[in-house]
């Protein structure tokens, strides 16, 4: 076309024409239909998304058109795509305009404008007039966040602070957890929509749910991965989940989600994922197997008192962001005076078990390989790691107020516990280790154990029990609760 020249986003300004610009999409929305002030009584749309052309310049775009015509140009092109916007005309954004909440944040102090009469875009390839390796730089911005990648909130600060954080939005770097199904929501005013939750994690807790909203979002989120799928992601919106009873985060029209992005934080991120605990039995006892010295624990609980903590606001009827913000933990730890009631050493119940030393997954008995996990690097292939042999003890613990059975004693708690390693105890036999078992069962101990409290979702408390030997009597008539 003659006239036209090819234009990189940080040289556009007001006035320039005939534009050429070759990007790639990082961020899209949902077209929106609005009345048209030309033709009373009929609708227009625009369809909204985000350019890039360099890791530094990246613009926001609008393209208005029929219904028709919209739907079909942003049902075409994704995120991803690298396109060929022509004849587009470039405004300064202006800041005080309520638009501007709803669009990501960009480094173009311009924006885009597209109709469908006098502009096109279209989607590009690398042929013969477009260089190959322009195309496959573009390609990699993808995976260039568009904020400083050291920047970001851990979960934990989400939930701590919860709406007290004083933002509505906010950067997290996060791992994928688990990928939920796609569900049919019905809005307030009929219409029917779609909505799909993903659970991430980072270092500092395995559980904050996501929800997504944008179609193609939610078509995306079907390849990401489980432990390997790392995101930025930029400006997403702090929302009280009052099905889970905690603080959320929706990806919304300002978001901008980066796949996998190339940074050193999120390298480090996706390698403690490959391992990271993520069922509850696996995080109560990765944090039991933190905790160092057990005999610091110095508050004391009847069954009772435990039962009825770990059970505190389980229930999601009535919930608000501004009854919960000072939840307590969703776990705590005590000392309770009590008598061990179950502990099968010498029977049919199962007290040592084979994991991966990677990924703690289970090998069932009989299992001839190294995991069957396929998420995880030596189930995958990529790594070598030998199983672990490891006590997996249930023990019942009761006093004068009720039982807490199922209480989990594991690995080196139940070494300590036990006074003998799993070699040692592989090798007992039957007699010896029924004595072993009555050096506790019956006996009035002191049991210090942590406590992963209930939650909607898990209506059923999980505890482990870190340390257990036999209380001194004085002891128990001074400090054991009555109730």
């Not at 961020?27 to 009929?42: E, M």
């Not at 079909?72 to 909440?101: F, P, Y």
């Not at 260089?131 to 573009?138: F, P, Q, R, S, V």
């Not at 851990?154 to 509505?168: F, Q, R, Y």
């Amino acid at each position: 076309m003659a006239g036209v020249r090819k234009v990189p986003i940080s040289e556009l300004g007001p006035g320039i024409n005939n534009a050429m610009i070759i990007a790639v999409i990082i961020a899209k929305q949902t077209p929106r239909k609005i009345a048209s002030k030309r033709n009373p009584g009929t609708e227009r749309a625009v369809w909204s998304f985000t350019l890039r052309d360099t890791p530094y310049d990246f613009i926001n775009a609008s393209y208005w058109g029929s219904i028709e015509n919209v739907n079909s140009i942003a049902n075409g092109l994704h995120v991803g795509d690298v396109v060929e916007v022509m004849n587009a005309k470039v405004n300064m954004r202006q800041g005080g305009d309520s638009e501007e909440r709803f669009q990501p944040s960009v480094t173009s102090p311009f924006q885009l404008i597209l109709s469908e009469n006098q502009s096109t875009i279209q989607l590009q390839r690398p042929v013969d007039e477009f260089d190959a390796e322009t195309y496959n730089n573009l390609i990699q911005l993808l995976h260039i966040p568009t904020k400083a990648p050291s920047c970001f909130l851990t979960i934990a600060d989400v939930l701590a602070s919860g709406t007290s954080m004083g933002t509505e939005f906010i950067d997290l770097l996060v791992a994928v957890a688990r990928v939920g199904p796609v569900k049919n929501i019905k809005t307030k005013d009929g219409r029917d929509i779609e909505c799909r939750e993903v659970i991430v994690l980072d270092q500092t807790n395995s559980s904050l749910t996501i929800q997504l909203w944008e179609s193609d979002l939610i078509i995306q989120a079907g390849n990401w991965r489980p432990r390997h799928t790392v995101l930025f992601l930029a400006d997403v919106r702090l929302a009280w989940n009052a099905f889970h009873r905690k603080m959320g985060v929706s990806i919304f029209s300002r978001t901008i989600v980066t796949e996998n992005p190339d940074t050193t934080e999120a390298n480090i991120l996706r390698e403690y994922a490959f391992s990271a605990p993520i069922a509850p039995s696996a995080v109560l006892d990765h944090i039991a197997s933190t905790i160092s010295d057990a005999s610091s624990i110095r508050v004391v609980m009847s069954v009772q008192q435990v039962i009825k903590k770990a059970l505190k606001n389980s229930s999601a009827e009535g919930d608000s962001p501004m009854q919960h913000e000072n939840t307590e933990d969703s776990q705590f730890s005590c000392l309770i005076y009590c008598f061990v009631t179950e502990l099968d050493l010498d029977g049919v119940t199962r007290v040592i078990l084979n994991r991966c030393s990677k990924c703690q997954t289970t090998l069932t008995e009989g299992f001839q390989g190294l995991c069957p996990n396929a998420d995880c690097p030596v189930g995958s292939g990529l790594d070598f790691s030998k199983p672990e042999t490891i006590f997996d003890i249930r023990v019942t613990l009761s006093d004068h107020t009720g039982s807490l059975p199922g209480c989990r004693l594991i690995d080196k708690n139940a070494e300590k516990v036990l006074g003998c390693s799993v070699t040692t105890f592989q090798h007992l036999t039957p007699t010896e280790k029924t004595s072993l078992k009555w050096r506790l069962l019956l006996e009035r101990c002191a049991a210090r154990i942590l406590v992963l409290k209930a939650s909607p979702q898990r209506r059923t408390p999980l505890i482990s029990l870190l340390f257990c030997e036999p209380a001194d009597p004085a002891e128990v008539a001074a400090r054991c609760p009555r109730c």
